[in-house]
Nanobody, 124 residues
Framework: QVQLVESGGGLVQAGGSPRLSCAAS????????MGWFRQAPGKERQFVGA?????????YIADSVKGRFTISRDNTKNTMYLQMNSLKPEDTAVYYC????????????????WGRGTQVTVSS
């Protein structure tokens, strides 16, 4: 497995543009497809975005954040990013990064390793 640590969360004003990072260690980062998920209070965890092993244009963003969020990775730094723009109060959630050994997927069950999450709170 790979160990994942998210960072970059915090209290943000609506309209803000923070960037989350997911640092990986323990295994070859480039061998994992990666994803971001989020869980708002009282709600189920939901898919945000995914990126293939090589990154580039091989990404998929959930409709709920498409046009505002961008996912990327730097395999030389063993890090994945989630650039969030034009944040809204409904984006408030704990954001998790996850790694998949097998597939480029949007399904939570396809991801083998998870970080502990970083809280993003958007104030109106």
């Amino acid at each position: 497995q790979v160990q994942l640590v998210e960072s970059g969360g915090g209290l943000v004003q609506a309209g803000g543009s923070p960037r989350l990072s997911c640092a990986a260690s323990g295994r070859t980062f480039s061998s994992f497809a990666m994803g971001w998920f989020r869980q708002a209070p009282g709600k189920e965890r939901q898919f945000v975005g995914a990126i293939s092993r090589t990154g580039g244009s091989s990404t998929y963003i959930a409709d709920s954040v498409k046009g505002r969020f961008t996912i990327s990775r730097d395999n030389t730094k063993n890090t994945m990013y989630l650039q969030m723009n034009s944040l809204k109060p409904e984006d408030t959630a704990v954001y998790y990064c996850a790694a998949s050994r097998t597939v480029f997927s949007i399904r939570e069950s396809d991801f083998d390793s998870w970080g502990r999450g970083t809280q993003v709170t958007v104030s109106s």
